[in-house]
């Protein structure tokens, strides 16, 4: 049997596997160090590993063993940048960001996007239980930015406060995480799991369990698994973590385990690429910047929920890029993007004519986009593309900023 399932306590976009299933090795198997004892063996230490590690002791199991191939925890988790998705919590309705399930799941199925509503329905009625548990364990996720979405106190990112909070907890749980060690083996006998082959420092180990959880994450940085699910998009920058190699598929094919929407790629439509790093500047648009091509004008809603058709739209532009611009409401708003400003990665100026300069676009076009965009704010309606998220911006404080981002 495989089944993977959102994991409550995280609500970021995590699965977590589990299998039981037909491997059988061979006895001349030899192992470098001895075999381990384990409960439960959860592999990858990112949200999902890490909280499924602190829920397990917490409900008593003993020897809870948390592999990371990685010398580091904290998986793409660690690079989550702006928002934490919850739908109508208390902290979203005092604000007046509060929405009903129904209603969001409605929105949900009219974007032609294949969920799996039921798991969406149990994720959206975890919300306030999950942002409860990520701000009792010290994340700071307190701040309303839409109806579906709460980020941090003072904008900074998510996942390095997510990561920070877990790991304190992981820490006073005692389970203490095996670093720089890679599953790569599922061991079976009989129909039921009996261990996880893994490699590391010492050379191979059996970890000897019969329950393993697979958090592995996703796999866009891992070409071959990238080719093979969604080759259209092989060869793009990736922002997601190094260790994000989708492992699950050369874990659990072998078992013949059933993968589902494996080919539904999200794409992130803020990527600034600087020295051969590429960022997400999704916090830029989170806190209420539009998107201009390169003639300076507005080509879609910039809040699109679907960040793949955003990146399609976007490609679809001269160049295939655009900027995020910005005022200085926005970025007093998010330590994520003052951090980005000291990098370099934004043009200032202190009005919009000076930073159409700035970029290259008719100085013309991006007042009149700008102008007619406050408008919209003020008035509660975007006329051109409908945009109903984070409508918030209304340029009325310089300086400003633009960001030049591709998918
Ligand atoms: C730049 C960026 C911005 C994002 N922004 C947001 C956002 O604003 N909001 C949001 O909800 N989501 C966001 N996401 C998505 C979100 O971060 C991920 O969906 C989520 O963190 C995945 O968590 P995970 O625990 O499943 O995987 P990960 O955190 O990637 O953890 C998996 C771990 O498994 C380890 N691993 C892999 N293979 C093996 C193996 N064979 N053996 C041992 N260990 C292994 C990896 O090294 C990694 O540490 C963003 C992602 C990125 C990259």
Redo the contacts with the bound molecule.
């Keep these: 049997m495989f089944f993977t399932k959102e ?1 409550k306590v ?6 977590i596997a589990a299998v039981s299933c037909t491997l059988v090795i061979g006895p001349s198997m030899a192992f470098a160090a001895p075999a381990q004892e384990c409960d439960v063996v959860i ?8 909280s499924s590690a602190i829920a397990l002791k917490e409900a008593g199991k003993q020897k809870v063993c948390l ?4 010398p580091f ?13 919850v739908i109508n919590t208390k902290e979203q309705q005092a604000a007046g960001k509060g929405q009903s399930i129904e209603k969001y799941l409605e929105s949900k199925k009219k974007q032609n996007y294949p969920y799996d509503m039921d798991r969406l329905k149990e994720f959206s009625e975890s919300s306030q239980e999950a942002l409860d548990w990520v701000n009792k364990i010290g994340a700071n996720i307190t701040r309303p930015m839409s109806s579906y979405q709460m980020g941090t106190a003072d904008g900074r990112s ?2 390095n406060a997510l990561i920070l909070a877990m790991k304190k907890k992981l820490d006073e749980s005692g389970v203490v995480p095996m670093l720089s ?4 083996k599922l061991v079976t006998k009989d129909g039921k799991i009996t261990g996880v082959m ?1 490699e590391g420092k010492d050379g191979e180990k059996l970890l000897k369990t019969n329950y393993v959880i697979v ?4 796999y ?1 940085s891992g070409q071959e698994v990238l080719k093979k699910f969604a080759p259209e998009w092989a060869g793009l920058p ?8 989708g ?2 598929v ?2 659990l094919e072998p078992l013949n385990a059933k993968f589902t929407h494996m080919d539904v790629l999200r794409l ?1 439509p803020s990527v600034h690429s600087s020295n051969g790093q590429h ?2 500047l ?1 916090a830029a648009r ?1 806190e209420g910047g539009i998107m201009v091509n390169a003639e300076g004008k507005r080509f879609c809603n910039d809040y699109f929920p679907d960040y793949t058709q955003l990146s399609k739209w976007m490609l679809a532009q001269p160049g295939g890029y655009a900027y995020i611009v910005i005022d200085d409401k926005a970025m007093q708003k998010s330590k994520r993007l003052q951090g980005f400003k000291a990098k370099g990665f934004f043009l200032e100026a202190p009005t919009i004519p000076e930073l159409a300069k700035k970029m290259g676009v008719p100085e013309k076009n991006l007042v009149a986009t700008v102008e007619r965009y406050a408008g919209f704010v003020k008035n509660g309606k975007d006329e051109d593309f409908g945009r109903k998220h984070n409508l918030s911006l209304d340029f009325s404080m310089g300086p400003f900023y633009a960001v030049k981002t591709t998918p």
């Design positions: 994991l995280s609500n970021l976009t995590t699965k592999i990858g230490a990112g949200g999902a590993g890490i592999i990371e191939k990685m925890v904290g998986g793409a988790t660690n690079l989550a940048a702006t928002y934490f998705t998510l996942g060690t890679k599953a790569t893994t958090a592995t994450g996703g866009s990736s922002t997601s973590a190094v260790g994000s190699t492992d699950a050369g874990l992130n960022y997400s999704s989170a």
